[in-house]
């Protein structure tokens, strides 16, 4: 629907599982709802600590 290539997304809640589904790269958040972890999503830091910063440090590494 938004017309990328790939898409990432960063989710913490059971609310946010199709959307963490639907994405090409999918991080929760380190102190996510303990039901989301064995999905095979990547991690992130927690929330208080900046999840969608730590997700672009990651991505910048990665894709480097």
């Not at 913490?12 to 999918?26: F, G, H």
């Amino acid at each position: 629907l938004l017309n990328r290539p790939i898409l990432v997304c960063a989710g913490d809640a059971t609310n946010d599982l199709s959307m963490l589904e639907e994405a090409d790269l999918a991080y929760l958040a380190a102190d996510g709802d303990a039901r989301m972890f064995g999905r095979g999503y990547r991690t992130a830091a927690p929330c208080d600590e900046g999840t969608i910063a730590d997700v672009i440090r990651q991505l910048n590494e990665e894709y480097q």
